[in-house]
């Protein structure tokens, strides 16, 4: 069974094919380098669609991700614009899927490297000012507040005062020289410059990060 974003990519290019801006799927697929057969299996439900084939069929055809991953504004970026006003334009959400944590962990201040991710806007008005980022949850050790495949989004914290910008028992994503999680945090970096890392799921044992 296809997953909710290969089913939304697979309405937006039906949404091109009503509205002549593609003849076919083959011409879809061909036209993003992609063997047609690949783009069958997504449209039949066998496979799931792939960040590379967003990115791709996002930079060609002008598909909207935010609609793709969240459900929210239309098929197309151009319809988007068209809806809001140029001076309310949303602020860019930077997605950065499971397969880019380690190359985030090491890159996530590099612009070339973020301008390579898929970005998206959220409506709500709070996403409108300031810098955020969207990650995958990895794994189950935030089971049950949060599943694999989740996706969480947050603002930069003052990484400068982490005694008072972070709260205790409150969930973050926490960016380390090997990677990136998502935990809840006990905060003791006033008094122990550390931050204790909880998982939800008890199996999972805390441990310390300085």
Same mark, same amino acid.
């Given at each position: 069974?296809?997953? +909710?974003?290969?089913?939304?990519?697979?309405?937006?290019?039906?949404?091109?094919?009503?509205?002549?801006?593609?003849?076919?799927?083959?011409?879809?697929?061909?036209? +993003?380098?992609?063997?047609?057969?690949?783009?069958?299996?997504?449209?039949?439900?066998?496979?799931?669609?792939?960040?590379?084939?967003?990115?791709?069929?996002?930079?060609?055809?002008?598909?909207?991700?935010?609609?793709?991953?969240?459900?929210?504004?239309?098929?197309?970026?151009?319809?988007?614009?068209?809806?809001?006003?140029?001076?309310?334009?949303?602020?860019?959400?930077?997605?950065?899927?499971?397969?880019?944590?380690?190359?985030?962990?090491?890159?996530?201040?590099?612009?070339?490297?973020?301008?390579?991710?898929?970005?998206?806007?959220?409506?709500?008005?709070?996403?409108?000012?300031?810098?955020?980022?969207?990650?995958?949850?990895?794994?189950?050790?935030?089971?049950?507040? +949060?599943?694999?495949?989740?996706?969480?989004?947050?603002?930069?914290?003052?990484?400068?005062?982490?005694?008072?910008?972070?709260?205790?028992?409150?969930?973050?994503?926490?960016?380390?020289?090997?990677?990136?999680?998502?935990?809840?945090?006990?905060?003791?970096?006033?008094?122990?410059?550390?931050?204790?890392?909880?998982?939800?799921?008890?199996?999972?044992?805390?441990?310390?990060?300085?």
């Amino acid at each position: 069974m296809a997953n +909710l974003v290969t089913e939304r990519f697979v309405r937006c290019v039906e949404h091109l094919r009503e509205n002549n801006i593609i003849k076919s799927i083959r011409q879809f697929a061909l036209a +993003l380098d992609v063997h047609p057969q690949n783009v069958n299996d997504v449209f039949k439900g066998k496979r799931d669609v792939t960040i590379d084939l967003i990115q791709s069929a996002v930079s060609t055809f002008n598909i909207n991700p935010a609609y793709i991953f969240t459900g929210d504004g239309h098929f197309l970026r151009n319809e988007e614009v068209d809806r809001v006003p140029a001076q309310k334009q949303l602020e860019r959400i930077v997605y950065v899927p499971m397969a880019a944590h380690a190359g985030y962990a090491e890159q996530f201040q590099d612009p070339v490297f973020l301008e390579d991710l898929v970005n998206f806007s959220l409506p709500d008005y709070k996403f409108q000012h300031g810098t955020y980022r969207c990650f995958d949850v990895v794994g189950d050790s935030m089971e049950p507040s +949060l599943y694999a495949g989740d996706k969480v989004v947050c603002s930069q914290v003052d990484t400068q005062r982490l005694s008072t910008s972070l709260r205790g028992q409150h969930v973050y994503v926490i960016v380390m020289t090997d990677g990136v999680v998502v935990k809840r945090i006990i905060n003791h970096a006033k008094s122990e410059s550390l931050l204790n890392l909880v998982s939800d799921n008890e199996y999972y044992r805390p441990f310390e990060v300085s």
